[in-house]
């Protein structure tokens, strides 16, 4: 079978029940942008693979499910038909409470490693953390994309709930990767605005 079908050459995609709509449909964004994010996670394994795999072993079996769970996601954004009432009778895969509720408890287990903090962090330290907190990003953005769908879309709310708790979970991750390496977490600090005349 080819890669290539050509069914897309005029800006036109089918999703699952096979109605077609434009490539720059909300919901083709919302779900595209979910396969972002499920590549940006997976730098993040790959990085922290090459650093230390024994000393990243759980969070790398972590992201690794939540890059399972991504596949899920889209195929519930990838599907319109979806009903309260009926979701578990329809073949598509939908996000499940469950879901949310694992990410719950691993972020429970991963602020437990770490101290609590006053104040606001900068996105950076080493660079696996980095790449965290840029993941992290992205989460929030596509948060924001599925919230605009949902306006005028029938979506599974439950991803919305799973997206906001995973951007939670990837922010934690960031500074326990930091942590597990030595690294500090980065204050940000206010700077004073001089009041200068702006000369025209």
């Given at each position: 079978m080819k890669i290539y079908t050509k069914t897309g050459d005029r800006g036109e995609t089918g999703l699952i029940g096979g109605r077609r709509i434009s490539k720059g449909d909300p919901r083709i964004v919302a779900y595209g942008s979910v396969d972002e994010l499920n590549s940006s996670i997976g730098i993040s394994v790959s990085l922290l693979n090459s650093r230390n795999i024994?000393?990243?072993s759980d969070v790398i079996d972590i992201l690794k499910d939540i890059q399972n769970d991504l596949f899920v996601i889209g195929s519930d954004l990838a599907d319109p038909?979806?009903?309260?009432?009926?979701?578990?009778?329809?073949?598509?895969?939908r996000a499940q409470e469950e879901m949310v509720v694992k990410l719950e408890e691993i972020i429970d287990r991963f602020e437990a490693e770490l101290?609590?903090?006053?104040?606001?962090?900068?996105?950076?330290?080493?660079?696996e953390a980095a790449q965290v907190h840029l993941t992290r990003a992205v989460a929030r953005r596509i948060e924001t994309q599925v919230i605009l769908?949902?306006?005028?879309?029938?979506?599974?709310?439950?991803?919305?709930?799973?997206l906001n708790r995973l951007s939670d979970l990837l922010f934690v991750t960031a500074r326990l990767t930091n942590k597990r390496l030595g690294v500090k977490d980065i204050p940000w600090r206010?700077?004073?605005?001089?009041?200068?005349?702006?000369?025209?």
């Open positions: 024994h000393l990243f038909r979806y009903r309260e009432e009926n979701q578990r009778q329809q073949n598509t895969p101290e609590p903090i006053t104040f606001f962090i900068l996105p950076g330290g080493c660079v769908l949902a306006k005028n879309q029938k979506i599974n709310h439950v991803i919305l709930a799973y206010a700077r004073s605005v001089e009041n200068k005349q702006i000369k025209t």
